[in-house]
C-alpha cells in the first residue's frame, strides 16, 4: 500500500490583496464540532453505532472510509437531514440535535453537497448571493426591530464578503456568467463560495474533489488549506481522495460499517492495520 506523495505545497504567504485574517469574514471563526455518540437506523440497517468524534476548531478533520461505512450518514446527521436514533452533535457547546436543517445556517453550519446543487439560469454571483440568504433574514428581522442603519450595515457587509469571497476563490471574471456554462471544477468552486459566503463557523464539504481531475482537485485543496488557514474555519471533509485527505487534514477519523475504527492524524491513521485491512477488505486502494 502506498499513498501517493504529497503534491499540494501549502504557500508561505497568501498572495497579494489578501490579509492574513479578516475576522469580519467568518460570523466567529473556529467552532468546535463534536458527535456523541450517533446511532443511526435506517429500518434494519444500522448505519451508524455509536459514532464519535471531534473537529477541533479552525482544523480540517476528515472522515474517511469505505464504500456503505455511513460516512454520508455522518454528515447528514450533523447537518440535520437525519436525526440520530441516539447520541448528540454538538455545536461549541451547544447541543443542536435537534435543531431544524435551516437553522443551522444561523448557527454557523455551511456545506457543499456530494452532487452540486447549484441553480441554472442564475449567474455565479447570484448563486453566491444566495448563500447570505440567512444572515438576510436575520439582518432583516433585526432591522424591524432596530434601524435602518443597521439593516444598511448588514447589507453593506454581506456586499463585502461576497466581494472578498469572490476574490478570495479567483471567480471574479466569472461572476456574470450562467454557472451551467462553467466546468465541473469551477462549479464546485462556486459552491464552495456560496458556502464562504455565509460567514461559516464550520465548514462541511461532502467530497469536495469528487468527479475532478489532478489539477482541479489541487486547486480545491489549495482553497480548502486557504480558507482553513486564513480564515480560521473549522473544516469537516468526507472524502474518498485519500492522497488529497492526507495532504490537507490534521485529524482523520475512520468508519468502517458504522463505526470509528481509528482517528488521529494522517500519518496514524494511514499505518493503522485496522485501516489497512478496511480498506483490503473493500477492495479499495488507498491512493
Ligand atoms: N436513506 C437511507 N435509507 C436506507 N439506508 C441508507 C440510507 N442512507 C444510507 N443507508 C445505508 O447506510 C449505510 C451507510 O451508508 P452511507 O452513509 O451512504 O455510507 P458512505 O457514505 O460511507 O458510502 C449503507 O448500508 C447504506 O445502504
Ligand atoms: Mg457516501
Not at 501549502?10 to 450517533?38: C, K, M, N
Not at 471574471?173 to 464550520?202: D, N, T
Not at 480564515?231 to 463505526?259: C, K, P, Q, R, Y
Amino acid at each position: 500500500m502506498d499513498i501517493a506523495a504529497s503534491t499540494v505545497q501549502r504557500t508561505s504567504s497568501p498572495p497579494t490583496g489578501r490579509t492574513a485574517t479578516d475576522g469580519r469574514l467568518a460570523a466567529s471563526a473556529g467552532a468546535s464540532l463534536a458527535v456523541e455518540g450517533v446511532d443511526l437506523r435506517f429500518g434494519g440497517i444500522h448505519a451508524l453505532r455509536g459514532v464519535s468524534f471531534t473537529a477541533a476548531p479552525s482544523r480540517i478533520t476528515a472522515v474517511i472510509g469505505p464504500n456503505g461505512a455511513g460516512k454520508t450518514s455522518v454528515f447528514n446527521t450533523i447537518s440535520g437531514f437525519y436525526r440520530p436514533t441516539a447520541g448528540r452533535v454538538v455545536l461549541d457547546g451547544q447541543d443542536i440535535t435537534a435543531v431544524p436543517v435551516h437553522q443551522r445556517a444561523s448557527r454557523g453550519l455551511a456545506r457543499t453537497f456530494q452532487n452540486i446543487a447549484l441553480f441554472h439560469g442564475l449567474s455565479v454571483l447570484e448563486n453566491i448571493k444566495l448563500g447570505g440568504h440567512h444572515t438576510m433574514r436575520a439582518g432583516l428581522l433585526q432591522s424591524l426591530a432596530h434601524t435602518r442603519a443597521a439593516r444598511d450595515e448588514e447589507l453593506a457587509l454581506r456586499d463585502e464578503v461576497e466581494r472578498r469571497v469572490i476574490d478570495f476563490l479567483q471567480i471574479d471574471h466569472l461572476r456574470h456568467r450562467p454557472v451551467e456554462a462553467l466546468s465541473y471544477g469551477l462549479q464546485k468552486r462556486v459552491e464552495l463560495a456560496r458556502a464562504l459566503a455565509m460567514r461559516p463557523r464550520v465548514l462541511l464539504l461532502d467530497e469536495p474533489v469528487a468527479g475532478m481531475n489532478r489539477e482541479e482537485t489541487e486547486d480545491m485543496a489549495r482553497f480548502i488549506l486557504d480558507v482553513q488557514e486564513e480564515w480560521g474555519v473549522t473544516v469537516l471533509l468526507v472524502e474518498h481522495d485519500m492522497g488529497m485527505v492526507m495532504d490537507i487534514s490534521s485529524h482523520v477519523v475512520v468508519l468502517n460499517f458504522g463505526e470509528v475504527i481509528a482517528s488521529g492524524t494522517p500519518s496514524q491513521v494511514r499505518s493503522h492495520p485496522g485501516v489497512i485491512q478496511a480498506y483490503l477488505g473493500a477492495d479499495e486502494e488507498m491512493s
